[in-house]
T-cell receptor, first 110, second 114 residues
C-alpha cells in the first residue's frame, strides 16, 4: 500500500521548476504532501481530497488525478528554502491509515 | 496553538535494554500516529490510534514493541528488548478525525541502539 514517488532525487538551480509524482496501486481518498529538512520533523504543505480542487502553498501547487491514482507536486521558480525531502502520504478509500512514500530529495543550488 | 510534544529528544541504549517514548498530541486531535523513520527512508507507520482504540498496527513488531493511549490523549511507545536495527527516529503525529485530516508531527525521538 506504500505509494511510489518519482523521481528519487532532483537537483535544480534557483528559479527552475520541478515536478514530483506520487502513485498508488489502490483507489485513493486523499493525498498529503510534506517537506522535511535534515534533522527536522516533516512539515505539512497541503492535502488533496478525492473530488477536490488543485491546492497551492506559496509557489508550490499540487494536483490529484483520480483516474490514475496519482498526485503531482509542482514547484515553480524554486527558492533555496525549498530544499529538503518531499514525502507524499496517502489514505486509500475505505481505510484510515496514513502511509508515506519513500521520499524525493530536492536540492536547490544558487 | 501548541504542537505535538514528544520526549525525550534523544536516547542512547544498549541492545536488549528497554526504552519508552512519550507523545502528547494537539488538543482535540482524536487520531494519533507513531512512525519509525530510518535514515534516508520515508516514515513507516507502526501504529495508529483513533481515540484510545487501535486503527492499524499491522507493521508493529509486537514481540518487542507495544503502545498504548490511555484516556485517548497521551501515548507511550515501548521497545523491549531493543535491537540494533531499531535505531531510528520515532515520530509521533496527530490529526483530527473528521474534516481536514492532515497530520502534524512532533520533533521526534532519535534512538541509537549500541
Amino acid at each position: 500500500q506504500q505509494p511510489v514517488q518519482s523521481p528519487q532525487a532532483v537537483i535544480l538551480r534557483e528559479g527552475e521548476d520541478a515536478v514530483i509524482n506520487c502513485s498508488s496501486s489502490k483507489a485513493l481518498y486523499s493525498v498529503h504532501w510534506y517537506r522535511q529538512k535534515h534533522g527536522e520533523a516533516p512539515v505539512f504543505l497541503m492535502i488533496l481530497l478525492k473530488g477536490g480542487e488543485q491546492m497551492r502553498h506559496e509557489k508550490i501547487s499540487a494536483s490529484f488525478n483520480e483516474k490514475k491514482q496519482q498526485s503531482s507536486l509542482y514547484l515553480t521558480a524554486s527558492q533555496l528554502s525549498y530544499s529538503g525531502t518531499y514525502f507524499c502520504g496517502t489514505r486509500i478509500q475505505g481505510a484510515q491509515k496514513l502511509v508515506f512514500g519513500q521520499g524525493t530529495r530536492l536540492t536547490i543550488n544558487p | 496553538e501548541a504542537g505535538v510534544a514528544q520526549s525525550p529528544r534523544y536516547k542512547i541504549i544498549e541492545k536488549r535494554q528497554s526504552v519508552a517514548f512519550w507523545c502528547n498530541p494537539i488538543s482535540g486531535h482524536a487520531t494519533l500516529y507513531w512512525y519509525q523513520q530510518i535514515l534516508g527512508q520515508g516514515p513507516k507507520l507502526l501504529i495508529q490510534f483513533q481515540n484510545n482504540g487501535v486503527v492499524d498496527d499491522s507493521q508493529l513488531p509486537k514481540d518487542r514493541f507495544s503502545a498504548e493511549r490511555l484516556k485517548g490523549v497521551d501515548s507511550t511507545l515501548k521497545i523491549q528488548p531493543a535491537k540494533l536495527e531499531d535505531s531510528a527516529v520515532y515520530l509521533c503525529a496527530s490529526s483530527q478525525y473528521r474534516g481536514r485530516t492532515e497530520a502534524f508531527f512532533g520533533q521526534g525521538t532519535r534512538l541509537t541502539v549500541v
